[in-house]
C-alpha cells in the first residue's frame, strides 16, 4: 500500500459534472456481471464503499462544485470522515466537496468504472445514466489519476 512518494495523502480534484457520471455509473455496478469485476479488483467491501462514496455527494451538486479526492492509507467506512486529524488546508471550501477514500479502493476505483462501461456498452449506459459516450470518456479520464501511485 502506497501513498505519495513522501509518504503524505495524495489528492485529486474532479469536476461536479464528471463526478456525477462515475456516481452513476457506481450504481450500475450492481447491473453487471460479478466475474469480469471481480478480475478487476472489485471485492464486496470496496463495492459497499464506493456505493457510499457515492451517495455521499448529492446528485444536484452545481457545476462549479468539485469533488476532491483524498487518497488515504487509513482503512475508513465513511467517506466524508478521515479517520484521522485532517491536516491544515484539509477542509473544504464553498464550492468544493472533500471525500475520503482508503489507498485499497482507489487503486482498482476507475477499473471497475471503466468495466462498467465496457460491460453495458455506449447503448445500455446511455439509457442507464443518461449521459453519452464522449460524456462517460471525458469522466473515466477524469477519475484515471486517483489509482495512480
Do not use: C
Request: aromatic share 6%; hydrophobic share 40%.
Amino acid at each position: 500500500m502506497s501513498l505519495s512518494k513522501d509518504g503524505h495523502d495524495r489528492e485529486h480534484v474532479i469536476g461536479a459534472d464528471d463526478f456525477q457520471i462515475v456516481r452513476r455509473l457506481t450504481f450500475e455496478l450492481a447491473n453487471v456481471p460479478r466475474e469480469p469485476m471481480v478480475e478487476l479488483g472489485w471485492t464486496p467491501e470496496n463495492g459497499e464503499f464506493l456505493k457510499k462514496l457515492a451517495r455521499s455527494i448529492p446528485s444536484q451538486a452545481a457545476a462549479p462544485t468539485r469533488v476532491r479526492i483524498v487518497v488515504t492509507g487509513e482503512e475508513i467506512d465513511d467517506p466524508s470522515q478521515p479517520g484521522r486529524p485532517v491536516a491544515e488546508g484539509g477542509s473544504a471550501s464553498e464550492d468544493e466537496i472533500v471525500r475520503f477514500v482508503p489507498e485499497s479502493v482507489a487503486q482498482v476505483w476507475p477499473e471497475l468504472m471503466r468495466g462498467v462501461f465496457d460491460a453495458l456498452g455506449a447503448l445500455e449506459t446511455r439509457y442507464r445514466t443518461g449521459f453519452h459516450e464522449a460524456e462517460v470518456s471525458q469522466a473515466l479520464r477524469a477519475l484515471d489519476d486517483v489509482g495512480e501511485l
